[in-house]
């Protein structure tokens, strides 16, 4: 016997109060489970969890006291990227009349285990998450309260089937270490973000594979994992900068580890970009304004948000809906890429995004 169903699509609607009857407990207590309410066992919730799962059941539209409300989680807000992020929901959700809350939970991987409880209990009409992916069990509780998710994805690769937004992270290392190699570099040094994150190891195949396409070893000693923050890029790039055959470029796999780049440059007497190039990542607004201006690979973030809305809403409505959207990144050349000192006439650059 299945349980939400439409109308029409079944011969009968088993009722909260069967499910109540087959877990013996009352139906009170089957509502608290729905709702997310925190006075209810572990195990009475495991078990009224698991009946609502097998009669795949899901809450009906109308049942449901929705609020015109869009969750968007992120595991940190002090990143400067995710302001980004933030006005492209906000865009999209005031244009359908929802308003968004933001919520900060867990690592970047995925949201903390007693995020559901409170979701649940604010009901929004769907929840779009920063994070590489969610547990099974999560999956299966807004499934069954029919709130629809979406994974904004700049941090990793979900499974099939979840709905996610995310960036060309191979095509954007490809692009960032090819201009330095235009530019006559041969020691080209990388920054990346964090090991376990795969953006970070995408962003580190696209540098191998300009590397290689131009026919240069990629020497590991100047590959670096960093934390996506400025601290990480300064102490990563400073142990760049003092190997006895020191890279003339470094590829940062972040605008903020570009800073923290740029700053150890500094503290080592070297200029940027007449002794050392410097690229960044994701292009935001503190890239424009750094000195030199931050030549940088564009990744749409506003547009990654907008993009998410649209696949929640069509989600939310049962439309036929793509499950993984890629968006395009592209290079914005500005100032702090320049040939290295005394090289030969470099290769003609690739065409910029834009100049500033």
Request: some cysteine; glycine content about 8%; aromatic content about 4%.
């Amino acid at each position: 016997m299945l349980l939400g169903m439409r109308d029409g699509e079944a011969n009968r609607r088993i009722t909260l109060a069967e499910v109540a009857q087959q877990a013996g407990v009352s139906l009170s207590t089957v509502s608290k489970v729905l709702n997310g309410r925190q006075d209810v066992s572990p195990a009475t919730r495991g078990k009224v969890e698991r009946l609502l799962e097998v009669h795949s059941y899901r809450r009906t539209t109308r049942a449901a006291r929705e609020a015109p409300l869009i969750e968007l989680v992120f595991h940190e807000l002090d990143s400067v990227w995710s302001m980004e992020l933030i006005r492209g929901v906000e865009n999209l959700a005031k244009a359908h009349q929802a308003s968004v809350v933001l919520t900060e939970s867990g690592t970047r991987h995925a949201p903390a285990a007693d995020w559901i409880e409170g979701v649940l209990q604010r009901r929004p009409i769907g929840v779009i998450l920063v994070f590489s992916s969610l547990p099974d069990a999560v999956k299966r509780q807004l499934g069954a309260r029919s709130i629809p998710f979406v994974i904004i994805d700049p941090a990793g690769d979900p499974e099939p089937d979840v709905p996610s937004v995310g960036s060309a992270n191979w095509s954007g290392g490809v692009a960032a270490t090819r201009h330095l190699i235009d530019l006559g570099h041969r020691r080209i040094g990388i920054v990346t973000g964090p090991e376990d994150v795969l953006c970070s190891l995408a962003r580190l195949d696209g540098y191998r594979s300009a590397m290689n396409m131009a026919g240069l070893d990629h020497d590991a000693s100047l590959v670096r994992f960093g934390d996506f923050h400025v601290e990480g890029g300064y102490a990563r790039a400073m142990e760049l900068l003092r190997l006895p055959d020191r890279p003339t470029a470094i590829f940062a796999g972040s605008d903020l580890q570009a800073l923290g780049v740029m700053e150890a440059a500094r503290v080592c007497g070297l200029r940027v970009p007449e002794d050392l190039s410097v690229v960044g990542y994701d292009d935001v607004m503190i890239a424009r304004w750094s000195s030199p201006g931050l030549t940088t690979v564009h990744q749409p973030l506003r547009e990654m948000g907008e993009e998410a809305v649209q696949m929640l809403l069509r989600l939310r409505a049962g439309e036929p809906s793509v499950t993984r959207m890629e968006l395009a990144t592209s290079l914005v050349v500005r100032k702090s890429t320049a040939p290295p000192p005394q090289s030969a006439v470099p290769l003609a650059p690739p065409p910029a995004h834009s100049t500033l």
